[in-house]
């Protein structure tokens, strides 16, 4: 199977700053990587699919980008709302869909 | 637009089986695959298995072989995912949620709301 790890777990920022999430997959996975934004008590949304494409209506403030095994998110001018948790996603096979651990961003 | 709306929260003692529905609307119910994510409270996201509403085919991610299966009724445009032999670790919010498409693995681009369930003795 393979195995998504995300870093870091948690990431304190302030309104106006970029971040960075990074996810590593433990083998090859090409683009087939996705993210997701979770609020509490909410289902998540999708943010980027294929590694670096923008999911319709998502603001262009966020970013995705890598292949292989490296990938990132990249929240630039970070909102208010942006404060959530954050998964990402491999889907190289029809055999297995693994999240990552998730990161939490929470306000400095 | 394009809705998945899951049934309402459940509680179950250890041992019995529960049966979530997902509810679809606004396309093709068999052009896209179906997932379904659980989520322990306050955990993360654990994939648990497609079906292919098309074909009734299924698959299952190991840890739910056997104790997992997911089903649809393409006259209601409605798939079902049952859960045997329930354990309070099963505690947690099951979803449901459309893949991009259906003809290669891709992302999930809709969820259903998510239901409870709560296996408590």
């Known amino acids: 199977d393979i195995q998504m790890t995300q870093s870091p777990s948690t990431l304190s920022a302030s309104v106006g700053d970029r971040v960075t999430i990074t996810c590593r997959a433990s083998?090859?996975?090409?683009?087939?990587l996705a993210w997701y934004q979770q609020k509490p008590g909410k289902d998540p949304k999708l943010l980027i699919y294929q590694a670096s494409s923008l999911e319709s209506g998502v603001p262009s403030r966020f970013s995705g980008s890598g292949s292989g095994t490296e990938f990132t998110l990249t929240i630039s001018n970070l909102q208010p709302d942006d404060f959530s948790i954050y998964y990402c996603?491999?889907?190289?096979?029809?055999?297995?869909?693994?999240f990552g651990q998730g990161t939490k961003l929470e306000i400095k | 637009q394009v809705q998945l709306v899951q049934s309402g929260a459940e509680v179950k003692k250890p041992g019995a089986s529960v049966k979530v529905s997902c509810e679809t609307s606004g396309y093709f119910f068999t052009d896209y695959y179906l997932h379904w994510v659980r989520q322990a409270p306050g955990q993360g996201l654990e994939w648990m298995g497609w079906?292919?509403?098309?074909?009734?085919?299924?698959y299952y991610a190991q840890k739910f072989q056997g104790r997992v299966t997911l089903t649809r009724d393409t006259s209601i445009s409605t798939a079902y995912m049952e859960v045997s032999r329930l354990r309070s670790d099963d505690t947690a919010f099951y979803y449901c949620?459309?893949?991009?498409?259906?003809?290669?693995?891709?992302?999930?681009?809709?969820w259903g709301q998510g239901t409870m369930v709560t296996v408590s003795s």
């Open positions: 083998q090859s996975i090409s683009t087939s």
């Open positions: 949620a459309r893949d991009r498409q259906l003809s290669v693995p891709d992302a999930f681009d809709i």
């Open positions: 996603q491999q889907y190289n096979t029809f055999s297995g869909y693994t």
């Open positions: 079906i292919n509403p098309h074909t009734g085919g299924t």
